[in-house]
T-cell receptor, first 110, second 118 residues
Framework: GQSLEQPSEVTAVEGAIVQINCTYQTSGFYGLSWYQQHDGGAPTFLSY????GLEETGRFSSFLSRSDSYGYLLLQELQMKDSASYFC???????????FGSGTRLQVQP | EAGVTQFPSHSVIEKGQTVTLRCDPISGHDNLYWYRRVMGKEIKFLLHFVKESKQDESGMPNNRFLAERTGGTYSTLKVQPAELEDSGVYFC????????????????FGSGTRLTVV
């Protein structure tokens, strides 16, 4: 079954804050990553949490709690260009490749 | 630096035909990966090359798929014969080291090849 669960769609307005959750059932992984993909474009690396806690990179922050099997991506001061699909992903122990969530389509409205 | 390049960007073929996808990784990246996204579902791992060797091909769906990386540079993914369920977006990614392994380095993906089998 699917190891990482994300909401399929999220809608928010420009300037707002949105949180995209990722819950997982997999055990034994190196860290949680987030990727952004615009339609027709390449998935682009956003952030990585190796340890529990919050990582901040500009308008984007990512959080991981291994004890809760949960992470999230926080996008602040939303802009229209943030409309895209967002994927959480892990590298499971023993496999040097990413296992992705099903993706969350973010729609930013004016 | 040039990114990961994939060719073609789109391909429409008939069921039973053969298609070959190509990926040129970032120069110097020994690790090359193929992924596939089908029908808006999750992006799924297909296989991993280290230089010219297949490190992990556990994600390859069946023997109609053949990946090669001669000389450890570009890679090709051939689907023969193509079936309807092979439709999707095929992504290639490269990295200078095997995975992130706690270092936090992201993979660099190409824009993908959108394959439609009719």
């Amino acid at each position: 079954g699917q190891s990482l669960e994300q909401p399929s769609e999220v809608t928010a307005v420009e300037g707002a804050i949105v949180q995209i959750n990722c819950t997982y059932q997999t055990s034994g992984f190196y860290g949680l990553s987030w990727y952004q993909q615009h339609d027709g474009g390449a998935p682009t690396f956003l952030s990585y949490n190796a340890l529990d806690g919050l990582e901040e990179t500009g308008r984007f922050s990512s959080f991981l709690s291994r004890s809760d099997s949960y992470g999230y991506l926080l996008l602040q001061e939303l802009q229209m260009k943030d409309s895209a699909s967002y994927f959480c992903a892990v590298e499971k122990t023993g496999r040097r490749a990413l296992t992705f969530g099903s993706g969350t389509r973010l729609q930013v409205q004016p | 630096e040039a990114g990961v390049t994939q060719f073609p960007s789109h391909s429409v073929i008939e069921k039973g035909q053969t298609v070959t996808l190509r990926c040129d990784p970032i120069s110097g990246h020994d690790n090359l990966y193929w992924y596939r996204r089908v029908m808006g579902k999750e992006i799924k791992f297909l296989l991993h090359f280290v230089k010219e060797s297949k490190q992990d091909e556990s994600g390859m769906p069946n023997n109609r798929f053949l990946a090669e990386r001669t000389g450890g540079t570009y890679s090709t993914l051939k689907v023969q014969p193509a079936e309807l369920e092979d439709s999707g977006v095929y992504f290639c990614a490269s990295s200078p080291r095997p995975g992130q392994g706690g270092y936090g380095y992201g993979y660099t993906f190409g824009s993908g090849t959108r394959l439609t089998v009719v």
